[in-house]
């Protein structure tokens, strides 16, 4: 990786607001995904912390950026213990909403020996941030140089963050995760959409499993109005389109202990290193951060620090 790409990451902090989720993941280790109506032993349990966006919050912080997160916790234990969490990270709790309405945001998650999830949340408090908690923080947005969001919030707080972001000149980023529907008239208002292979099929009607599928699926979220899509392949890598430019770029290969929240890292390292230099080694810095995550256990525990990214990439030369 060039060196000026590097020096440009470690030294142009950018300020990325995030607006999006926070969970507490609580994590049953299992022998295998379980079946319906089946009951077997699990092997451990672990108390995480997790959110799309609090995922993202801290791979941005440990990324070194100036993370402004924007989110909503329960007045409880693990509202509290969330927060401190962030405090941790270096993340100010300035504007993390608190709400004695409901239970912070939870998520309910079994991890199988090869890595792979299946993942329940329950919202709890992450619908209670609604449009007006992201409209008042206007000063914030205007210091902002990217936005990044989710899709765990309501559909209207998310539309008037991205109206927000968009009005103050903000670069937006929508990690198009977990798979809704995303209103027409706010595609205009997206950079880029970063869809999963679930997502790309949610959106698109086509999961992208060839090569000759991701121009296909690409060109249908330009059509809806995104003006350039990232879809993340997992272990094959990612693809960018925007109507001109086509790039795929090769996935690491690593030891999967557990993939939950590497589409997360993969999303933040993309605004992370967004612009900031040839678009090839945008995305091979993004999968080598996604990579990375897989080999730890637990969602936010897995983020890597710039130097872990920096060695990684050293090591795994392209
Ligand atoms: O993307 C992984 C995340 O999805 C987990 O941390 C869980 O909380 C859910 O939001």
Known sequence: MIKSFIENLKNKKRKIIVVGSANVDIVAKVPRLPKEGESFRGESLSIVYGGKGANQAVSLARLGSQVQFICCVGKDYFGKSM?????????????VKETSETFSGTALIFVDNEGKNSIVVI???????????????????????????????????????????????????????????????????????????????????????????????????????????????????????DGNNEFYSPGYKVVAVDTTAAGDAFTSALSFAWGQSDLPQVLQFANAVGALACTKFGAQPSMPYFNEVLKFLKVNKK
């Open 83 to 95: 927060k401190n969490g962030f405090k941790n990270e270096g993340i100010s709790v300035k504007t």
């Open 123 to 241: 919202a709890g408090a992450n619908h209670e941030l609604k449009p007006d908690d992201v409209i008042k923080q206007e000063k914030i947005f205007q210091k902002g140089d990217v936005f990044l969001t989710q899709l765990e919030l309501l559909p209207e707080t998310i539309e008037a963050s991205l109206i927000q972001a968009k009005k103050n000149g903000l670069i937006t980023i929508v990690d198009a995760g977990p798979p809704r529907n995303i209103s027409p008239q706010i595609f205009p208002y997206i950079d880029v959409i970063s869809p999963n292979e679930t997502e790309t099929e949610f959106l698109t009607g086509k999961m992208p499993v060839k090569s000759k599928d991701f121009r296909w699926c690409a060109e249908k979220l330009l059509q809806m109005g995104a003006r350039s899509v990232v879809l993340k392949l997992g272990s094959r890598g990612c693809y960018y389109y």
